[in-house]
């Protein structure tokens, strides 16, 4: 109507969320009594969900689509054109798959994890001069290096420093206006343009030479719904939808760190731990507590009723992930970081959903999760090992900035006589 026209920019919400990061959802939805919450995002008009019922409705393909749901900004940062995340039906499923593939618990899995205990042993020797080391800047490095070897793709130590780099500034600048946002720009545009120039180098020497069974070789012979290959733009858009989550699994490292010094408790049990059992609880606690995702988006397919209310065809629907984790009727006591949710279970489907709902293979669940659980445990157990001092420093974690981190990044010494 005329007068939703004139109110527009007042009902609006672009500038609370950029302001108020990670509470401005939560505090939307407490004040809605769990939602819905009506509002809009960069004009377009869109409700807000939380709770069981909203994650199956949400992933119910025929209600929510990917085509056009993503902001340019998000894309030209964060994602990449063309990436699977903008893809629905057939086109989605088919390039998936190479993702599930790839990425799917087992050998491959197993073996990044331990690309990635070598990496961060080779890193430690390094940090035994006394020196302060910033954990998050070191993290995303050791990941850089294990998911580049892992994957096969061909860089030298200084491409994949730049890419630890490069990942970061993408991941950190997708949702913030100014220096920020052009860093991260920068940051994809180089990164895309250096990768197709690896795919179109490895299909001109041909299929027999390139690296087998890696996930460069997946991805730079996979064939699209079409049949085709993808253009080399595009293939190095998915390539780095591999590097760019693992590196970004520092931000959750970071965290990690943060809980073991706030909470020393969980070290003497995660040194005790064989199995790797309890450190796998602990990964997943940090992943229920910690802010990262805030929520995830696409558009409403057709006219649509969400708990007896109208969802008109091409509303923005936000489905609540951080609100999710922390939401009193969900969780005892949400606000208290507890492993022992975790312990001698995995948590269902559905009931963690850091990295999205529903099944991976008919959606847009994140194919990462299985490496994203396996890394980041071994990353715990490594800083659960780890002889090491915390000077103080500033390690708040700001709500307000979307992604966030302790301040400081995590500043440790590491002790240079024992090991
Ligand atoms: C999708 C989170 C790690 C690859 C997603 C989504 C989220 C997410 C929230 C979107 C779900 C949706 O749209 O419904 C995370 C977090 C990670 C992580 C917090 C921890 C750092 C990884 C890793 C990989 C990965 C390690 C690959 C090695 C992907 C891909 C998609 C995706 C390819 C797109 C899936 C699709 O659209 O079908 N992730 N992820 N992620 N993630 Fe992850």
């Known amino acids: 109507s005329r007068l939703d026209t004139v109110l527009a920019p007042w009902s609006d919400s672009t500038l609370a969320l950029l302001a108020r990061g990670y509470a401005w959802l939560p505090d939307r939805m407490r004040a809605t009594n769990g939602g819905p919450v009506r509002t809009r995002l960069l004009g377009r008009p869109t409700v807000a969900l939380r709770g069981p019922d909203a994650i199956g409705f ?15 900004p998000v894309l030209d940062t964060l994602f990449g054109r063309g990436a699977v995340h903008t893809l629905d039906g057939e086109a989605h499923r088919v390039r998936k798959a190479v993702f599930l593939a790839i990425l799917k618990d087992g050998a491959g899995v197993e073996a990044l994890a331990e690309h990635v205990a070598r990496c961060w042993s080779e890193s430690v020797e390094e940090w035994r001069d006394g020196r302060s080391v910033v954990l998050f800047d070191e993290a995303a490095l050791v990941l850089a290096r294990a998911v ?59 299929e027999l030479t390139s690296d087998k069974g890696t996930a460069f070789e997946a991805v730079v012979w996979h064939r699209d719904a079409d049949g085709g290959l993808a253009d080399p733009r595009t293939a190095a858009v998915e390539l780095l939808n ?56 696409g558009l409403a397919a057709t006219d649509l009723t969400w708990r007896g209310e109208p969802v008109a065809e091409d509303t923005l629907i936000l ?30 489907a559905d009931e963690l959903i850091p990295q999205g709902g529903g099944d991976p293979a008919h959606g847009h669940r994140c194919p990462g999760e299985d490496v994203t659980v396996a890394v ?30 302790p301040r400081s990044g995590f500043v440790l010494t590491v002790d240079g006589t024992s090991r």
């Not at 949400?58 to 340019?72: I, K, Q, T």
């Not at 946002?181 to 179109?200: D, P």
């Not at 909470?263 to 790797?276: F, S």
């Not at 980041?376 to 981190?405: F, G, K, M």
Request: net charge positive; charged share 25%; proline share 8%.
């Open 242 to 297: 591999i590097v760019r989550p693992t590196v970004a699994i520092a931000w959750f490292a970071a965290f990690a760190a943060h809980a073991l010094h706030r909470w020393p408790q969980h070290r003497e049990p995660l040194r005790k731990d064989e199995d790797g059992r309890y450190a796998r609880a602990f990964a997943h606690e940090v992943r229920r507590f910690y802010p990262f995702a805030p929520f995830v988006g």
């Open 58 to 72: 949400f992933y119910d393909e025929r209600n929510v689509r990917r085509a056009s749901a993503l902001p340019g």
């Open 319 to 348: 489905l609540d992930l951080y609100g999710y984790h922390h939401d009193p009727t969900m969780w005892i006591n949400p606000y208290r970081f507890d492993p022992g949710r975790f312990t001698g279970r995995e948590p269902g």
């Open 376 to 405: 980041l445990a071994t990353l715990v157990r490594q800083l659960a090992h780890l002889d090491h001092e915390v000077p103080a420093q500033d390690l708040s974690i700001p709500l307000s900035r979307i992604p966030t981190r």
């Open 148 to 206: 580049c070897a892992w994957a096969g793709i061909p860089l030298s130590d200084e491409a994949v420093r730049r890419m630890a780099a490069d990942c970061t500034a993408m991941v950190d600048g997708f949702a913030a206006p100014g220096p920020r946002h052009v860093r991260a720009r920068r940051a994809r545009t180089r990164q895309e343009e250096a990768l197709a120039g690896l795919v179109g180098a490895a299909r001109e020497a041909g």
